[in-house]
């Protein structure tokens, strides 16, 4: 009975492996056929074999450990009779449903590249966390779940119905002992090297997944399951809060500061503003929103006849607009605990979520006696926001649910309300703060032109937006059933939502500086060459200085900066001798004399004033002449590289600083 037993065990679980590597490789397939640019493709020929041989091996080491997981409690099983009976008549059971999960994964891996350009990664784990509802909603209306799911049940039905074919056939028939043993032993020592995925001195891991200068190559080199576990692991390691260094701060710092600083602590980063005459008369109110999804790419689209700003288009023509810009990180919550407390993790569902933060961006304005108020049109218990921006010294914050009691004809959709009643709030406060006296800082986070895209009931209208083919090609993930149509309305509503606002701003509440900028750039926009990769990360820094507060502030539109640099800038306008802790630069400043300034910063590119360094690839990309964001490859280095080595090190030491400043805390 073990012989015929063991022959079930054993070619059940080969069928079983030899499936799981095909659904994983086809799914690579199928992701470089649909994802992966011509261009690509003909600039790295050399390195697709790379690709396909590395990711099988890959692949291997996945459906390895997956069918050792079910082989090893039925070796186990030999041990009793009964254990067997009752293995034997769970094994198909098994089997299909480990392969349909990979086999969901896989097909799941294949729309996650599709908005994000990437497989899963960590970011996964922030939509689980946004709330269930919310994005079970998106997924239902941006997806085919329905056909998804009966084509998961029917590859259930065929694939149990396979492994009890298997399975009966292995039972006919006298094996031999010998034969059998034989077969096992080899069976269990293929998994073991399989598991391990290499024959060399290391297993395989993670840092093996690099074999091109393209990381877009790269990207495709683990499968959906081996992704999402290297998901989860940086998902828990970025709740690990652990103690850093003296000697790591040492080096980053020197490095950071071009060898001007040696010293670890953090007190050197705090600055001053100078002394302002203008602010110490009538302190300014202070307005800044966070625009969901105000990419620079698609305010590339504006023109006379293809209106995409509505109200906001004077004031980008008139104002000062910062266009080699990018966000710092790429998603909302990045983006937000980078500004709120110049962090790279995420702090606000953490732990350390009540610690005091040296770089709380409402510190100098408390200090200085502000009212502090946070509005969102979205919800405030998303990554618990409410609790955490009330920690850092909100006074009020208002959400979707204030905003529809206070205007009854609000009503929230997927995310929240319309942006406009976002707005409309906040332009009330700022009218009752300039009637009182009493300086007001006001936070704002859009939520509309998110998906799933539809135009708000209250917007006016859509119309219907004529792209040439060469600008439909760039949104071909997105050009089905109508739904770029429906993306180019609900942005030009967003930013007329937002024009709208500085419009009754500067006639109700002169005495108010204004900052716009976006979150991160849109999703699943193609950029497949490394020369694109500024644009992909792309986002305007929008700022209104009244006359009275300029002083000696200038503005020059070619500097470069990120979002590191939008408070610091903010600060030195609007407060005067007000002490805060300076990780970026004054882009208003008449001379840019810091080690800070030089550079925008994002995890992927570093813009300087002559072109941008790509991190991934390690080249410099020259801009093109009279052009803000296209770059090419000049095959020279960049004049500014000492900056630029100063901004390699920005990410290395952002992560220390605020392990840095937690550790230190009780």
């Not at 509802?133 to 084509?151: E, N, R």
């Not at 080199?221 to 690990?240: C, F, G, T, Y």
């Not at 590339?300 to 995409?308: A, F």
């Not at 020369?531 to 992909?536: I, K, S």
Request: charged share 20%; proline share 5%; aromatic share 12%.
């Amino acid at each position: 009975m073990r012989s015929a037993y063991l022959r079930t065990l054993l070619r059940s679980s080969l069928v079983f492996w030899l499936l799981s590597v095909a659904v994983f490789f086809i799914g690579r397939v199928v992701l470089f056929s649909a994802f992966i640019d011509e261009t690509v493709k003909q600039n790295y020929a050399n390195d697709l074999s790379a690709l396909f041989l590395k990711g099988l091996q890959f692949d291997i080491k996945a459906a390895s450990i997956m069918t050792a997981v079910l082989v090893v409690p039925g070796l186990l099983c030999l041990l009793a009779r009964k254990a067997m009976t009752f293995y034997r008549y769970c094994l198909p059971k098994l089997l299909t449903a480990f392969l349909v999960i990979a086999l969901a994964a896989t097909v799941a891996n294949f729309y996650y590249f599709q908005v994000y350009e990437r497989q899963f990664d960590v970011f996964v784990f922030g939509l689980l966390e946004e709330g269930t509802s919310t994005v079970l909603a998106t997924i239902w209306a941006d997806y085919p779940v329905l056909p998804a799911l009966a084509g998961l049940l029917a590859a259930s039905w065929l694939l149990h119905r396979l492994f009890a074919w298997v399975a009966k056939r292995s039972e006919t028939g006298e094996p031999k002992r010998s034969v059998v043993i034989v077969c096992t032993i080899a069976a269990v020592l293929a998994l073991a090297v399989g598991s391990r995925g290499s024959l060399g001195k290391f297993p395989l891991r993670q840092d093996a997944a690099q074999i091109s200068a393209s990381v877009h190559l790269n990207r495709l080199i683990p499968n959906a399951v081996l992704a999402l576990d290297w998901a989860r692991k940086e998902h828990r390691n970025s709740q690990s809060f652990h103690p850093v260094s003296d000697e790591e701060g040492r080096a980053l710092i020197s490095r950071i500061s071009g060898g001007q600083s040696h010293s670890v602590d953090l007190a050197q980063f705090y600055s001053e503003t100078p002394v302002n005459q203008a602010v110490a008369n009538k302190q300014p109110n202070v307005a800044f929103a966070v625009m969901e999804s105000m990419g620079s790419h698609l305010l590339q689209l504006h023109n006379e006849k293809r209106d995409l700003l509505g109200r906001l288009a004077p004031h980008w023509q008139q104002d000062w607009v910062y266009r080699r810009f990018v966000s710092e990180g790429d998603g909302t919550s990045d983006t937000l605990h980078r500004l709120l407390v110049r962090s790279n993790l995420n702090l606000s569902q953490s732990k350390v979520k009540n610690k005091p933060f040296p770089g709380n961006m409402f510190q100098p304005y408390l200090d200085a006696g502000y009212r502090i108020l946070f509005v969102t049109a979205g919800n405030g218990g998303w990554r618990d926001l409410d609790g955490f921006m009330r920690h850092l010294g909100v006074h009020e914050v208002v959400d979707e649910n204030t905003l529809k009691a206070r205007y009854p004809e609000a009503r929230s959709d997927t995310w929240g309300v319309p942006d406009e009643f976002m707005f409309r709030y906040a332009a009330e406060q700022l009218a009752e703060a300039e009637k009182s006296g009493k300086p007001l800082f006001v936070l704002m986070l859009s939520i509309t032109h998110h998906p799933p895209y539809r135009l708000p009931s209250v917007a006016q209208p859509g119309t219907t937006f004529q792209l040439s083919e060469q600008e439909s090609s760039r949104f071909a993930n997105l050009n089905q059933s109508g739904e770029l149509n429906e993306i180019l309305n609900t942005f030009r509503y967003a930013n007329d939502q937002l024009g709208g606002f500085i419009q009754r701003v500067k006639q109700a509440s002169p005495h108010t500086l204004i900052a716009a900028t976006g979150d991160h750039n849109m999703r699943a926009i193609g950029y497949p060459k490394a020369e694109e990769a500024a644009l992909g990360h792309a986002v305007p820094f929008y700022l209104y200085v009244p006359p009275a507060y300029r002083g000696q502030a200038v503005f020059e539109a070619q500097r470069p900066g990120s979002h590191k640099d939008i408070m610091p800038t903010l600060y030195e306008l609007s407060l005067s001798g007000t002490r805060y802790y300076r990780t970026g630069c004054n882009l208003t400043a008449p001379k840019l004399n810091s080690y800070w300034c030089g550079y925008g910063y994002n995890t992927e590119v570093l813009l300087v004033e002559d072109g941008f360094y790509h991190l991934g690839n390690q080249k410099f990309y020259a801009w093109q002449p009279h052009e803000w964001l296209k770059a090419e490859d000049s095959g020279q280095p960049s004049a500014h590289a000492d900056i630029i080595e100063r901004g390699k090190a920005y990410t290395g030491f952002l992560n220390w600083q605020i392990l840095r400043a937690i550790s230190q805390q009780p």
